[in-house]
T-cell receptor, first 111, second 115 residues
Framework: GAGVSQSPSNKVTEKGKDVELRCDPI?????LYWYRQSLGQGLEFLIY????????KSGLPSDRFSAERTGGSVSTLTIQRTQQEDSAVYLC?????????FGPGTRLLVL | AQTVTQSQPEMSVQEAETVTLSCTYD???????LFWYKQPPSRQMILVIR??????QNATENRFSVNFQKAAKSFSLKISDSQLGDTAMYFC????????????FGGGTRLMVKP
């Protein structure tokens, strides 16, 4: 079956612009996670969605970051007014029940 | 809060040899899950093996096996008969017992398999 997919694969943007990153989880997986992988910080949790429950946003680094999950499936991570320190690989994972399966990530470069 | 430590930033092994990657963690939980993920240059994070803390038996997946020492909070990965395709970053990860618990990752070990 299909795994977790993410788009775009790579994104280059200018400082101050907004970006949207998309994640399509494995069908039937109710839990979805976003992580950020950067050189200086390693792998960091950003946000977690479970079904129709309110998301756990405890890992979001600033109010410029937001995410939504529509219909319990596809999720979009939005970064407003991007900064150079936002450059990283953004990984999405879905799980059922406790093992997380990752997508290929989106590499974001903010110039 | 949980922490995960991988003390070997880089390791190398000859093809067909055996290598062990170390991982220690700190938690006050009794039930939890531990994982090893592999990240090749393609950057796709691939699950290698998982261990439930309540199971005493060490997990095994083909050439990959773990040595889980719960009292010592140690979770090492042994790769037998190393292959060139095993070259990758390896991350140890901890997950708590509750639904929605996120993964806490170690800093990773870069493994190079030499021909």
């Amino acid at each position: 079956g299909a795994g977790v997919s993410q788009s775009p694969s790579n994104k280059v943007t200018e400082k101050g612009k907004d970006v949207e990153l998309r994640c399509d989880p494995i069908s039937g997986h109710t839990a979805l996670y976003w992580y950020r992988q950067s050189l200086g910080q390693g792998l960091e949790f950003l946000i977690y969605f479970q079904g129709n429950s309110a998301p756990d946003k405890s890992g979001l680094p600033s109010d410029r970051f937001s995410a939504e999950r529509t219909g319990g499936s596809v999720s979009t991570l939005t970064i407003q007014r991007t900064q150079q320190e936002d450059s990283a690989v953004y990984l999405c994972a879905s799980s059922f029940p406790e093992t997380q399966y990752f997508g290929p990530g989106t590499r974001l470069l903010v110039l | 809060a949980q922490t995960v430590t991988q003390s070997q930033p880089e390791m190398s092994v000859q093809e067909a040899e055996t290598v062990t990657l170390s991982c220690t963690y700190d938690t006050s939980e009794n039930n939890y899950y531990l994982f090893w993920y592999k990240q090749p240059p393609s950057r796709q994070m691939i699950l290698v093996i998982r261990q439930e803390a309540y199971k005493q038996q060490n997990a095994t997946e083909n050439r990959f096996s773990v040595n889980f020492q719960k009292a010592a909070k140690s979770f090492s990965l042994k790769i037998s008969d190393s292959q060139l395709g095993d070259t990758a970053m390896y991350f140890c990860a901890f997950r708590g017992p509750n639904a929605g618990n996120m993964l806490t990752f170690g800093g990773g070990t870069r493994l190079m398999v030499k021909p």
